[in-house]
């Protein structure tokens, strides 16, 4: 598949998110949240100095950004960024990607280790936010939770579990509360970052150790693969008719060395099925 680039001159893109006809997404090690237009515009819609990572809306339209570091959730009001939800009492490291429901409830993990410090690894918690200040955890025992959808029907939540190199399913009950833990996929040769649905009901995949980025069906069949230069972090359906694949990469995600290379860079293609579900 011919790959377009998108934009370059990134210090490390995460969390993508297809939004009011833009592609939006953290610049993680720039300290910056980020949309790029239709026509090819890029704009810094927040600045964030403890680190942006996972992104989403609530009901009203307001912006939520994860803000790592502070281990906390911003919303973007009017007068600017505040806190909507802190996560220190809950996350045992650095927050990392989430994915917000219709309602506005959110689920978030975080890396649960000091990963460039190279500190044991060690599972952690994925949270629960069901609105402002209110966090529960609401899983336990995941490697290093990462990215995360929600099928269109809203009863099923699908977490990247990174160090585990597996997808994992959990039922969704009316009250958020996770239940029913099993393995929607077991990847072999990949290592799950950032990931979204389709509606054919697969799983795109970012797989920054492989290079790639791969769809896979529940059971772990792989049915595509797409090569990348760099490593692939995270990745997003969108576009006009939510078919086109954005592949965000970097060279690699040590904060300092992103800084000095500016590698990171955003590249697309189309692919067979659209969007769906959350985000």
Known sequence: MPLKTITTDLCFAEGPRWHDGALWFSDMHDHVVCRIDADGVKTVVAEVPEQPSGLGWLPDGRLLIVSMRDRSILVQNERGLEVWCDLSSLAKHDCNDMVVDALGRCWVGNFGFNLHAGDTMTTTELILVRGQHQAEVAARDL???NGSVITPD????????????????????PSGQLSNRRIWAQLEGAVPDGICLDAAGGIWVASPTSQECLRVIAGGEVTDRIKVEDQAFACMLGGEDGRKLFILTAANSAPEACRQARSGKIVCTDVAYARAGCP
């Open 154 to 173: 809203g009863s099923t939540l699908i977490v990247a579990e990174t160090f585990a190199s597996c997808l994992t399913a959990f039922d969704i009950a």
């Open 143 to 145: 490697f290093f939770p």
